[in-house]
C-alpha cells in the first residue's frame, strides 16, 4: 500500500472535527490523526471501523484509489 493515499482529512473537515477532536473520538493520540494525514502510517484496521463508523463512510472513502467498479 505504498501508493495509496489515505484521505482522511476531507471527511474529518466535512464532520466538521478537528485532529484532536477525531482522536478523542476514536480513542487515539492527536498526533496519531497528523501523521495518517501527512502519510507517515495508516490506521490498525480497529481504528478504521471506528474511523468509518464516526465519519459516515466506507473503505473506498478512506481509499479512493482502491475503488474498483461494480460488476
Not at 489515505?6 to 480513542?27: D, S
Not at 474511523?51 to 473503505?59: A, G, H, P, T, Y
Amino acid at each position: 500500500m505504498e501508493n495509496t493515499r489515505f484521505q482522511i482529512k476531507p471527511l474529518r473537515e466535512k464532520a466538521k472535527l478537528t485532529q484532536t477532536e477525531l482522536a478523542a473520538q476514536i480513542g487515539v493520540k492527536p498526533n496519531s490523526v497528523s501523521m495518517w494525514e501527512s502519510g507517515a502510517c495508516i490506521p490498525r484496521i480497529d481504528t478504521l471501523i471506528k474511523l468509518m463508523d464516526l465519519l459516515k463512510c466506507d473503505f473506498s472513502d478512506l481509499f479512493p484509489e482502491l475503488k474498483t467498479e461494480k460488476r
